[in-house]
């Protein structure tokens, strides 16, 4: 998938309850600028859906949270940096409409 | 015809539970924002329709809710608290190390009395953030968290947590747990601490300033001057504005427990809940029994009438008691259980509204004209 410009389409999907709190179904698409990263993912899902601010990263340091968790390609991108870029084949892959990035409510409590 | 509206915070969700001035048949709707905490909901005094809500879980962090419609719709409000100040400066942790004041949660929503756009929000680790449009920003009053005492501060076991905000505005009350009581008289910009009686097991000092275990504390709205409190152990109370306290725990099987509720039209009435200890958070035999006192405290009774006397081994949370302002005064609380009970007659007879909810953390009334 290509969006304008220097962006590509990305398939995001989210944990039910996110979900819910942005008033969508199924998975979303957000226009995110090359290169591709964590954070302009994150960016540009919370740019659509502010509501979603806070939920995933800490608003003061923008810290994954602890029990969210991010995949992509079978792969736990959870621990890459935020700003490195994301590895080439998933990179591909989410472009291209393959594969979506996941951000998952980590298993955890009851 | 009066309408009475009953909005219960829960572990997993909001529930909202309404009846008529008979207060014998009730409607329950919800779960409103299912398999979250909801550690508070309240309506504005102005504008009873418009009612704020705390949404948290420790998944996906805080969120702001309101109503606009009387809790029949909602709408994703301002979640960000942070913190005023570059760097936010320590508190003690439980090993008495110094550690960063660090957004956790809220704990207490209380609107204005005057303007249904601002409210106030409790945030742990002990912050007071008021907003006054809507919920829709919020800024930190920052003379609370540093106050001077501020460093020395240590979170009870549920946090450091100020759940109990009362406005008389100008004047404000908190309760922090485990700091103690402060007073602002100047709407939030700067606090003194008001402990002089409290004494505290595990504090050697006696003229300790803070670091007491307070679990809630209520003002009589014709007298608010007079103020009653519940702490880790022992129910207080002070006649002159937090200025100095002295115990009423009197005759009570247990002086530890959570809420406290002062009658509306009776400012001697109070009521509690005693719970068998700190380590055993249930009350005394297995049965669940509100004690009243009509005398402003040390002289209580027992009301038993329709809460069970056997068996029973559920808590009651600090805001989990409210009352309403019929001339027939009702009194609600909510359980660990999941049963929300109702006394219509100022606690002489109970009857459960709801018995399975999850485990309830709040229970605020309204009464609707």
Redo the contacts between chains.
């Keep these: 998938m290509t969006s304008a410009g220097d962006a590509a389409d990305v398939r995001v999907v989210l944990p039910a309850h996110l979900r819910n709190l942005a008033g969508v179904h199924g998975e979303v698409l957000v226009s995110v600028h090359r290169p591709l990263t964590q954070r302009a993912v994150l960016d540009a899902l919370e740019a659509r859906f502010p509501v979603l601010c806070g939920t995933i990263r800490d608003r003061r340091t923008a810290k994954r949270r602890a029990f969210v968790r991010f995949y992509a390609c079978e792969q736990d991108l959870s621990n890459d940096p935020p700003d490195a870029p994301l590895p080439a084949f998933v990179a591909d892959a989410i472009t291209a409409g393959r594969e979506p990035f996941l951000v998952v409510g980590a298993m955890a409590g009851g | 015809m009066t309408q009475v509206r009953v909005l219960a915070g829960t572990r997993k969700g909001a529930f909202v539970l309404t009846s008529d001035g008979n207060r014998d048949k009730w409607s329950v709707s919800g779960p409103y924002f299912g398999?979250?905490e909801i550690y508070h909901l309240k309506g504005s005094p102005v504008n009873p329709d418009r009612i704020y809500a705390s949404q948290n879980?420790?998944?996906?962090?805080?969120?702001i809710q309101r109503s606009d419609d009387g809790g029949l719709t909602w709408e994703?409000v301002g979640?960000?608290?942070?913190?005023a100040g570059g760097d936010p400066g320590t508190h003690l942790w439980y090993d008495d190390t110094p550690r960063p004041w660090e957004?956790k949660r809220i704990w207490h929503l209380e609107p204005s009395l005057t303007d249904p756009d601002t409210v106030y929000a409790g945030a742990e680790d002990a912050a007071l953030f008021k907003s006054t449009d809507g919920a829709v920003s919020w800024t930190e009053l920052t003379g609370l968290r540093t106050h001077p005492t501020g460093p020395s501060w240590a979170p009870g076991a549920g946090g450091l947590c100020p759940h109990t905000i009362i406005l008389q505005e100008p004047r404000i009350y908190v309760a922090i747990s485990a700091a103690g009581t402060l007073r602002s008289d100047d709407g939030g910009e700067t606090w003194r601490v008001i402990n002089r009686g409290l004494l505290s097991d595990g504090i050697p000092d006696p003229d300790a300033e803070a670091g007491h275990c307070v679990h809630h504390v209520e003002a009589h709205p014709a007298k608010p001057d007079t103020l009653f409190m519940q702490k880790h152990w022992d129910v207080m109370r002070s006649d002159d504005a937090g200025e100095n306290w002295y115990e009423i725990s009197g005759n009570l099987p247990t002086d530890f427990g959570f809420p406290i509720g002062v009658h509306p039209h009776e400012a001697e009435t109070l009521y509690v809940v005693p719970i068998t200890s700190d380590s055993l958070h249930y009350p005394p035999d297995g049965a669940l029994r509100v004690y009243r006192s009509r005398v402003g405290g040390n002289e209580w009774e027992p009301l038993t009438s329709g809460l069970p006397q056997r068996d029973c081994y559920v808590n009651v949370y600090r805001d989990a008691m409210s009352i309403d302002t019929l001339d027939d005064t009702g009194i609600y609380f909510g359980t660990t259980g999941g049963q929300v009970y109702c006394s219509a007659d100022s606690g002489d007879t109970w009857a459960p509204i709801v018995r399975d909810l999850p485990a309830v953390l709040s229970v605020e009334v309204q009464v609707l004209p």
Excluded: K, R, V
């Design positions: 398999g979250w879980t420790g998944w996906f962090g805080q969120l994703p979640n960000d608290f942070s913190y957004f």
